[in-house]
């Protein structure tokens, strides 16, 4: 089964409860999505199935918007609600709203560099770095440039700080979190995070994954259009294309396209270069 779903997950599951839950309901093994969500997160997870998985690494993501709270005042060993505290300190009594967010565009507003948290889904030695620390063992801190597109602030009361964030992928809205606090003289931890944007995928048009079926299915093309040219292609040139040919083309655009035949029975990514378009990767 060959589906594009918008899954809006509830908290407190992980993503690939996310992932088990449909390969039993669709009874399809091949089942993945893109950007994973912390279990204490809720939103937008999209979902790939059957050969449609092949398509996730040419999905777009370059954008994510989270809505958050962050409470002031506490540590946590993983950033969020869900971990042990580890410090707690006094905050601020009031923050000027114009304040944040001048604090905010003045330390981070486009780049900065972003620490990896110890509890995350990177891989140390082919080993989810959150499963080493829940064992205690030593992980040497990493970091990486990330991007803070826009922040929006809605409120800052009784040390709790409410907002929301546009940002680039492989950002860490926990370390953020405690990264803000360090900057406002205390430390803070994550209470609410939901994504409501990534790339395409928005929470307005997001489904429960109870609900998800062959009718919430998105198209192909609405998913990969954002980013790359749509070929309408025969059948003659879809046999070439699957038997490896490369095929001449009177188009001069160049990159990345979705080529798919009249009655979308065969689909592939192809690269259109120097009057030539070859296939990239067979999709069906």
Do not use: W
Request: proline content about 2%; hydrophobic content about 35%; overall charge neutral.
């Amino acid at each position: 089964m060959d589906l594009i779903l918008n899954i809006n997950k509830e908290k407190f599951i992980s993503s690939f409860d996310v992932v088990r839950f449909l390969r039993r309901k669709f009874g399809e093994k091949r089942i993945g999505f893109k950007g994973t969500l912390d279990p204490f997160a809720e939103g937008v997870l999209p979902i790939f199935t059957g050969s449609f998985t092949k398509i996730i690494p040419y999905v777009d993501d370059s954008l994510k918007e989270y809505s958050f709270d962050i409470q002031l005042g506490i540590e946590t060993d993983t950033l969020d609600v869900t971990g042990d505290v580890i410090k707690r300190m006094d905050y601020p009594n009031k923050i000027e709203s114009d304040n944040l967010e001048e604090i905010v565009r003045v330390n981070f507003i486009d780049e900065y560099i972003q620490k990896i948290p110890e509890f995350s889904a990177v891989k140390i030695r082919g080993v989810p770095s959150y499963k080493l620390a829940r064992k205690g063992e030593e992980i040497e801190s990493r970091s990486k440039i990330v991007k803070i597109f826009g922040f929006t602030l809605l409120s800052a009361d009784n040390g709790v700080i409410s907002g929301s964030i546009k940002v680039s992928p492989g950002f860490y809205v926990r370390q953020f979190a405690s990264d803000l606090g360090r900057v406002l003289g205390t430390c803070a931890s994550l209470s609410n995070l939901r994504r409501e944007r990534s790339g395409f995928f928005g929470i307005e048009d997001s489904v429960g994954m109870k609900n998800a079926n062959e009718k919430t299915s998105l198209d192909i093309r609405d998913v990969l259009g954002k980013n790359m040219k749509i070929m309408n292609i025969s059948d003659e040139i879809a046999k070439d294309l699957k038997n490896g040919r490369s095929i001449s083309n009177d188009d001069t655009h160049e990159g990345l396209c979705l080529a798919l035949n009249e009655n979308q029975s065969r689909c592939f990514i192809v690269r259109s270069s120097s009057g030539m378009i070859k296939t990239e990767r067979m999709i069906y």
